[in-house]
């Protein structure tokens, strides 16, 4: 049974800094693209960031544009966990977080150019309140 669990989640302040985490068990992760989405009170879903699968020819790794220079995405193929290095974490950033992969995919350039809700495996989410 595959299952995605994010964690680390917190109240942050303007400017502040956060890392979370989605473990997953029963899915590889590093052969496959993984993709952190969030959706922020009242807005729809968006793309965060994406890090290609390990045999990919696509660059490593994707950021939208609005995260560009203050988010890493990274992963641990050793314990199956992918993170989110959020830092000038923004009010806007205040969103529930979610991590998701599809075993079709292992190009970012692919995952994130189809409808999130095509994605086959997703984590609950966690919470990143940007708050002064």
């Known amino acids: 049974q595959v299952q995605f669990v994010e964690s680390g989640g917190a109240l942050v302040q303007p400017g502040g800094s956060l890392r979370i985490s989605c473990a997953a068990s029963?899915?590889?992760?590093?052969?496959?693209?993984t993709v952190w989405f969030r959706q922020g009170p009242g807005k729809e879903r968006e793309w965060v960031s994406c890090?290609?699968?390990?045999?990919?020819?696509?660059?490593?790794?994707y950021y939208a544009d609005f995260v560009k220079g203050r988010f890493t995405i990274s992963r641990d193929g050793a314990i199956n966990t992918a993170y989110l290095q959020m830092n000038s974490l923004k009010l806007e950033d205040t969103a529930v977080y979610y991590c998701?992969?599809?075993?079709?995919?292992?190009?970012?350039?692919?995952?994130?150019?189809?409808?999130?809700?095509?994605?086959?495996?997703w984590g609950q989410g966690t919470l990143v309140t940007v708050s002064s």
């Open positions: 998701a992969a599809d075993p079709r995919f292992i190009h970012c350039s692919s995952v994130t150019q189809t409808p999130s809700d095509h994605l086959q495996h």
């Open positions: 890090i290609s699968g390990r045999t990919s020819a696509d660059g490593p790794t």
């Open positions: 029963g899915f590889p992760l590093d052969d496959f693209a």
